[in-house]
């Protein structure tokens, strides 16, 4: 059974970055992959998350500022219960100078986006957000999520994306 969820996400342009950002890396990480603009992996090697993904796929690759940004994405829920409450949390830094510097960091309830709960199993899901028009460059981050019931750690993923104007 494949649950499809989609979402449409309208807020200010802090809200347009880090949800884009948050949802395109917390619910579709891969173990390794690149597509284009871009580039995530599991903080760990050695542990097993319980989200997991067997396909993505980002337009425009790379994502574009002042654009409509959509991802889909085909997964699985490895978790033995349903979430019924899940939290993420982004930490995001930009490039300048060669320098990174933090934008901040952002908590989001996954339920908010998704309908919850998440039963275990495959799931397909679309995204969409228009990024704002500026900054443009490239951004580096990490993602966790965390099941709130009992804290534990569903994914957790460093990243890096470059959005081109």
Same mark, same amino acid.
Not at 40 to 45: A, F, G, I, P
Not at 92 to 101: A, N, P, R, T, V
């Given at each position: 059974? #494949?649950?499809? !969820? %989609?979402?449409? %996400?309208?807020?200010s342009r802090k809200m347009n970055v880090s949800i884009l950002l948050a949802l395109i890396v917390a619910l579709y990480a891969v173990s390794v992959a690149?597509? &284009?603009? +871009? !580039?995530?992996?599991?903080c760990s090697s050695t542990v097993h998350y319980p989200v997991t993904i067997n396909n993505l796929v980002l337009s425009p @690759? =790379? =994502?574009?500022? @002042?654009? +409509?940004? #959509? $991802?889909? !994405?085909? &997964? @699985? +829920?490895?978790? $033995? @219960?349903?979430?019924?409450?899940? %939290?993420s949390e982004v930490k995001i830094s930009y490039s300048k100078g060669g320098k990174w510097i933090p934008i901040g960091d952002f908590t989001q309830n996954v339920c908010d986006f998704i309908p919850c709960p998440l039963n275990p199993g495959p799931f397909s899901l679309d995204q969409s957000a228009t990024l704002p028009p500026q900054p443009t460059g490239d951004f580096s981050g990490s993602v966790t999520m965390t099941d709130d019931s009992n804290k534990k750690l569903l994914l957790c993923v460093n990243f890096t994306v470059s959005i081109i104007a």
């Amino acid at each position: 059974y #494949k649950r499809q !969820v %989609s979402t449409q %996400s309208t807020g200010s342009r802090k809200m347009n970055v880090s949800i884009l950002l948050a949802l395109i890396v917390a619910l579709y990480a891969v173990s390794v992959a690149s597509t &284009g603009g +871009l !580039v995530w992996h599991y903080c760990s090697s050695t542990v097993h998350y319980p989200v997991t993904i067997n396909n993505l796929v980002l337009s425009p @690759n =790379p =994502p574009k500022a @002042n654009t +409509l940004c #959509k $991802a889909h !994405v085909d &997964g @699985n +829920l490895t978790y $033995a @219960n349903p979430i019924k409450s899940a %939290s993420s949390e982004v930490k995001i830094s930009y490039s300048k100078g060669g320098k990174w510097i933090p934008i901040g960091d952002f908590t989001q309830n996954v339920c908010d986006f998704i309908p919850c709960p998440l039963n275990p199993g495959p799931f397909s899901l679309d995204q969409s957000a228009t990024l704002p028009p500026q900054p443009t460059g490239d951004f580096s981050g990490s993602v966790t999520m965390t099941d709130d019931s009992n804290k534990k750690l569903l994914l957790c993923v460093n990243f890096t994306v470059s959005i081109i104007a």
